[in-house]
């Protein structure tokens, strides 16, 4: 694995999708906070002068990433920067996963060479999600492995989403089963942090509690909701070349100190 310094960092950019959005960890105000939000609080505490951007729009493709975001990290040259993308294009209807692959190799050697320390992140284990979602596991297992050596080439660290176990649970999952609960999101939090070689003093791997078992008849219904009002919705969307994060702009364009003071990961 490589190195990351550990010294502390006075800035942190987070470039991605809905996952670093924050989309389903709601604030009591309708905003997202997701994991990048609490990471950069945990970071934040108790060092003066601490920056924090996020820009970080639902829905968007690697391609929107690199064209959007990239920029705007390179501009602002933080010294800690979170890169995930491609979530987006694994789930279309085709996907060729080398040339994702070798589209994220020349967008981390961009964020990069801004010299800051960058962290990536695997795809997560879908094997125990419906077998609509878990069709998919073949292509993000492969886009993982390439991920990974793409990190090693550049001098990345990888936060390891497929090991946690814990985020294979459906439970793990909001409604539309595409975006974590806030548990979740504290949990990736937890595991960016111990990556970091931030302290925590909590364990992302504590198990959740034991599952009631579901009757199937509640389990085919809750498939048929979600089929109505998540997938056939984004079908629809796709057909007619809209997208999800259309209209939506970054919640933290630009570096700025945390506001409210510090907040903790739980």
Known sequence: MNEVRTTGWGSFVAIGDSFTEGLDDWRPDGTPRGWADRVAEQIGAGRPGFRYA???VRGKRLDQIVADQVPVAERLRPELVSFCGGGNDIIKLTCDVDDLAARFDAALAR?????AS???FTGFDLGRMHPLIRRLRGRVACYNEMM????ERHGSVVVDLWGMSVLADPRAWGRDRLHLTPDAHRRVALRVLEVLGEPVTEDWRAPLPAAEPAPRRAQLQEDVRWMREFVMPHVHRTLRGRQTGEGYLPKRPELLPLDGGPEVVA
Do not use: C, D, E, Q
């Not at 964020?111 to 010299?115: E, Y």
């Not at 990974?148 to 990190?151: G, I, L, M, Q, V």
């Open 111 to 115: 964020v990069t060479a801004t010299g």
């Open 118 to 120: 960058v962290v990536v």
């Open 54 to 56: 996020n820009l970080a």
């Open 148 to 151: 990974r050596a793409s990190a």
